[in-house]
């Protein structure tokens, strides 16, 4: 007999395998699948051996303990070994004839082979003789063992009404030590899964091993035993009647001549999953009026977690009736009631004990701040919407508190935060990649601007000696002279020349920025009396505050303003409007320039800060404002942002540009 330890290992998970669906969780009736570290645990303290997680996981993650290297040490340990099987085989072995089953566990090596049937109906009379003797009593019928251990872990205050008889996996097992001997070992065959825990803490020694059909289906490949291969035999006696039916809903009522009077409802039948909780419930309230319950875990038997059948749950009990009928039209009626006669004597007497799994509710302000952490801070927020494994929210929340679920099940929640999360991420990819193209433009203007104060210097000398050698010729050369046109061409290109040398020398410095609170409304019109606006265009100036204090270096935003003020005039040649605006947000004031020219092409956008890069004719501009403007914006920790439109269907064409700074400026 296998050891009480051997209840930990019941049904584990395969970590490799589980993909956290949260499947098992809303198919376990016992809540006892816990979610740590994205894996689904089964509790074994809390696990009543139905086997639902095992049949609805479509990944295999879930096993179940297997008994298949004991029972083969039995076979081949020399003692009797008996084979019990379970009603619900018709359902399972539709390849075989029930003759070519019993040949072939005979062949394996088990010296008897007895139906579970009789058992049942021994079990069935025992029902007909408690509610004869006490017709006035509550009863929950205890031929499911997934059931005896929900009420036992979660209404140990019902166990006084669970039904003192044994399984018909007992009841038969004990017919079989009666027949055959003590010594005579028991391996019980079935499609339930829950019946590994009774044979191995419940039946008190009389079942040894508990198989599956999956199972004794896996043992017979091993042996290599096909159906045909080996003669075909006849179950040992006695022979069952119409306890045949148990594996059916309703079945053991109808085995056991009892009526389901629904007028009178003092009979109830319930099975599966949700049923089945839901009907010991109304029980415990005492809603429900009932002197007998007959309670299955499964939709009968017959839809066990050990079968390998796919066929559907309606097939398979027609597949069962039809062996009933079967049997019940060859059977020895005689026999079998002198065989019931022979063991109405026989213990079918069982006890129960309590192992409480319940757990305190959390308090309601518990509750509430768990629900705000899975983002339910109203009732709007709770969509119930099972997702987590759990029928509700509230419920999903109490598992959190018991340690059995986490608030990252919560599938809305998780999304919300995924999206928000998402989103977070595209802004700081953003601005990592605004950052890095800031980063890389600095360097290129580093390293030109290291380039062109080279440049200046050298040049700047040589062109101060030829501007005051041109300047002293244009004065000596007389107003008749046909050199003083040349010589006016050389000075006026020779100045332009000092122009761009002092532009490329104010590019290259890299000056630190004198901080000093400054008023910004006054730089713009400081800058606005410096670049007086030329006939026809429009000056419109807009201030939020009619004063913006901030702490910048006074002569370079001047600069700043300056610059993008002639460039937004020279953009309007036939005039347009000029718009500055100031404001503050956040800790930062800012600046913007507008005017309404043609725009700049997309093509350009990128240029727009590299040195020397100009749309201007040759004459008008030595491409050098916009890379100082933007040095100095930098140096002052600040941003520079550029609008465009060149599309007149788009809208209004034109540009403005936006300067943001720190209205608390940053000293190195």
């Not at 109203?378 to 929340?397: Q, R, V």
């Amino acid at each position: 007999m296998a050891t009480s330890s051997a209840r930990a290992k019941l049904v584990s998970t395969i970590p490799e395998r589980c993909r956290v669906c949260y499947t098992c969780v809303r198919e376990c009736p016992a809540k006892a699948i816990r979610i740590a570290g994205w894996q689904a645990e089964v509790i074994p303290e809390r696990c009543i051996g139905c086997g639902n997680c095992v049949r609805v996981c479509s990944q295999g993650a879930k096993q179940v303990a297997s008994s298949v290297t004991p029972v083969e040490d039995l076979l081949a340990s020399g003692a009797k070994v008996a084979a019990c099987i379970a009603p619900s085989f018709p359902a399972e072995f539709r390849d075989m004839a029930p003759g070519q089953l019993v040949g072939l566990l005979r062949k394996m090596g088990f010296a008897y082979v007895h139906e579970v049937s009789f058992g049942a109906d021994l079990v069935a009379a025992e029902y007909r003789l408690l509610l004869d003797r006490d017709p006035k009593g509550y009863y929950i019928s205890t031929t499911c063992p997934a059931i005896v251990g929900y009420v036992e872990r979660y209404h140990p205050n019902l166990i006084q009404f669970l039904a003192p008889i044994v399984s018909p996996m007992v009841a038969t097992a004990r017919v079989i030590k009666d027949l055959h001997g003590k010594d005579t070992r028991v391996v019980f065959v079935g499609p339930c899964v829950a019946k590994k825990e009774e044979a191995w803490n419940e039946s008190s020694g009389d079942v040894d091993e508990a198989l599956t059909f999956a199972e004794i289906r896996q043992m017979l490949k091993v042996h290599g035993l096909v159906p045909g291969s080996v003669p075909a035999s006849d179950f040992d006696a006695p022979h069952g009647g119409l306890g045949a039916l148990f594996p059916m809903s309703r079945g053991m009522l109808q085995a056991a001549h009892i009526r389901e009077d629904l007028l009178a409802s003092d009979v109830v039948a319930a099975d599966g999953r949700s049923s089945f909780v839901e009907v010991i419930k109304e029980f415990e309230s005492e809603d429900l009026n009932a002197h007998l319950l007959e309670v299955l875990c499964c939709n009968g038997c017959i839809m066990g977690s050990g079968m390998t059948s796919q066929a559907p749950l309606f097939r398979r009990r027609a597949r069962v009736s039809q062996y009933v009928r079967a049997s019940m039209e060859t059977l020895d009626k005689a026999r079998w009631e002198k065989d019931v006669a022979r063991f109405l004597g026989l213990d079918l007497g069982r006890t129960f004990s309590a192992k409480d799994q319940r757990a305190a509710e959390p308090s309601p302000d518990l509750l509430r701040e768990i629900m705000a952490r899975m983002g339910k801070l109203g009732p709007e927020d709770e969509l119930n919407c099972g997702a987590c494994g759990y029928d509700t929210c509230a419920e999903h929340a109490v598992a959190i508190h018991r340690g059995l679920a986490e608030s990252e099940m919560c599938l809305p929640h998780t999304i919300d935060q995924l999206r928000k999360t998402v989103g977070e991420l595209a802004e700081t990819n953003s601005q990592l990649a605004s950052t890095q193209q800031a980063l890389m433009h600095s360097e290129r203007l580093a390293s030109m601007g290291q380039l062109a104060a080279g440049i200046a210097h050298e040049v700047n000398n040589p062109l101060g000696v030829v501007l005051l050698y041109a300047h002293t010729l244009l004065e000596e050369a007389s107003t008749d002279t046909a050199l003083r046109a040349d010589l006016s061409m050389i000075v006026n290109e020779a100045d332009r020349c000092k122009k761009i040398v002092s532009g490329l020398l104010n590019f290259a410095r890299q000056n630190k920025v004198l901080l000093q609170e400054t008023d910004l409304c006054e730089l713009v019109s400081q800058a606005l009396r410096t670049v007086p606006a030329p006939e026809g265009i429009t000056v419109d100036v807009e201030h939020e505050s009619p004063s913006l204090l901030a702490e910048l270096d006074r002569d370079q935003m001047v600069q700043v303003l300056s610059n993008l003020v002639r460039n937004a005039m020279e953009a309007m040649p036939g005039g347009g409007i000029l718009a500055v605006a100031t404001g503050a947000r956040d800790g930062h004031v800012f600046f913007s320039v507008s005017d309404t020219g043609t725009g700049i092409p997309e093509e350009h956008l990128n240029k727009i800060y590299t040195p020397f890069f100009t749309t201007k004719p040759i004459g008008k501009g030595t491409g050098l404002g916009l890379p100082v403007t933007y040095g100095i914006v930098k140096m002052h920790r600040g941003d520079i942002q550029v609008k465009t439109n060149v599309d007149p269907a788009a809208g209004p064409t034109g540009t403005t540009f936006t300067v943001v700074l720190p209205r608390h400026g940053q000293r190195d």
